[in-house]
């Protein structure tokens, strides 16, 4: 099997989407060092645990999820920030799960949709996570407008998966397709 150079454009491309995920991971480390810092956790909760676990607490607050008992000891706006940084980083997650290893099949196929997915999902996914740190947060259009692309990048990558299964299924994909497929040679 050999592959044209346009498989590499689409490894770059699902690379530097999953690296976006990294980034955003980073922020909601950030958001839990400002939420459950050192100070917070000695003076607020480091008592309580201790007697009722007989244990020190864990760093940046966990096992608290920006819900738990932890939580509770801050404001409305502290509880905000942080459960936007964690559905955020969730979010992403879920998405990624499915999006990313299909992105790697599909381009063995169809190379140039893919690449196009999965920048359509990249951008999305920024415009997605800059519109819900605004004022408006769940409403700001920025926000929908990448929802809408991440949306759509990850339904159209899905559904051309099973086009692709059941062309390959059938046996009729070499015969329509390779032309624009990846491999430039089949052993």
């Given at each position: 099997l050999k592959l044209?150079?346009?498989?590499?454009a689409v490894t770059l491309s699902t690379t530097l989407c999953v690296a976006q995920y990294f980034i955003y991971t980073q922020l909601e480390k950030d958001q839990r060092k400002v939420t459950f810092g050192e100070f917070f956790m000695k003076t607020q909760v480091q008592d309580e645990h201790r007697r009722e676990t007989g244990d020190d607490?864990?760093?940046?607050?966990?096992?608290?999820?920006?819900?738990?008992?932890?939580?509770?000891?801050?404001s409305y706006a502290e509880w905000y920030f942080m459960n936007v940084t964690r559905r955020l980083t969730q979010n992403n997650l879920d998405n990624l799960?499915?999006?990313?290893?299909?992105s790697l099949l599909n381009g063995?196929?169809?190379?140039?949709?893919?690449?196009?997915?999965?920048?359509?999902y990249t951008i999305g996914r920024s415009?997605?996570?800059?519109g819900y740190f605004e004022k408006e947060g769940v409403a700001n259009k920025l926000r929908m407008v990448g929802a809408v692309a991440c949306h759509l990048s990850t339904q159209f990558?899905?559904?051309?998966?099973?086009?692709?299964?059941?062309?390959?299924?059938?046996?009729?994909?070499m015969r329509s397709l390779q032309r624009f497929s990846a491999f430039t040679k089949v052993m």
């Open positions: 044209k150079p346009v498989y590499g607490c864990a760093e940046k607050g966990y096992p608290d999820d920006g819900n738990g008992r932890y939580m509770l000891k801050h799960c499915v999006f990313a290893p299909l063995l196929f169809l190379p140039y949709p893919t690449v196009f997915l999965v920048a359509s415009y997605y996570n800059q990558t899905i559904l051309l998966t099973i086009t692709l299964g059941l062309l390959l299924s059938r046996g009729t994909y």
